[in-house]
């Protein structure tokens, strides 16, 4: 099973991306905790990647594309994933798109996670209490959701075009458990 999840910051994705992942002993592949990840590293480029994405602004697609790419051949995915954060500019859904047409890769589904701006911002604050993100601030926020609105409203709507009978919405302000089990139900749908 193969998946994209769709979502301004703080709609829940990622959340449900790791439970839906686990259950289904697939991949989740976040451009976030990859990127996160790389923080840890003292090369160029970890200190390059701290100052973008503390400021909330995104990562330019060359490299984002090239970790997923490497990422998307590889053994591990064979069996399926969870897309979270990927794409997220017209850029690289046009080289997802080829990459997919290339290596014969079909979407099996995509989840597109709908919420008010003023939910995302209260969540975004309440997780920034608890997990310390460096990009948590206000600041941040704020340039995250505008980029969102900028560069990835528009891709999930052309896929929402291109790819009908396998796009779903979600009503992401309701809880955790609640959400689960919609998923849940679309995806034993789409693998009967
Ligand atoms: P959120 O969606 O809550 O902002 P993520 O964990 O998905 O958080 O991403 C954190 C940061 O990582 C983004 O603000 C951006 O700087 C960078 N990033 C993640 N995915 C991408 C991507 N596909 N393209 C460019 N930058 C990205």
């Not at 769709?6 to 905790?33: C, E, M, V």
């Not at 200190?47 to 330019?60: A, D, E, F, T």
Request: overall charge positive; charged content about 30%; some cysteine.
């Amino acid at each position: 099973m193969k998946m994209i999840f769709f979502g301004p910051p703080g709609s829940g994705k990622g959340t449900q991306a790791k439970l839906i992942a686990k259950k289904l002993n697939i991949l989740h592949l976040s451009t976030g905790d990859i990127l996160r990840d790389k923080l840890d590293d003292s090369d160029k480029l970890s200190k390059q990647l701290k100052k973008i994405m503390s400021s909330g602004n995104l990562v330019s697609d060359k490299i984002i594309n090239q970790i997923i790419s490497n990422k998307l051949i590889s053994k591990v995915c064979s069996t399926g994933y969870i897309l979270d954060g990927y794409p997220r500019t017209i850029s690289q859904s046009e080289y997802l798109l080829s990459f997919m047409k290339n290596n014969n890769i079909i979407i099996d589904l995509i989840f597109d996670f709908k919420i008010d701006f003023k939910i995302v911002k209260e969540r975004i604050i309440h997780r920034s209490l608890k997990e310390k993100r460096s990009d948590d601030n206000l600041d941040s926020i704020k340039t995250r959701i505008d980029n969102y609105s900028k560069e990835t409203y528009p891709v999930s709507q052309f896929f929402s075009n291109n790819f009908s009978q396998n796009y779903f919405t979600i009503d992401a302000s309701q809880e955790v458990s609640h959400i689960q089990k919609e998923l849940m139900k679309i995806i034993k749908k789409g693998e009967n």
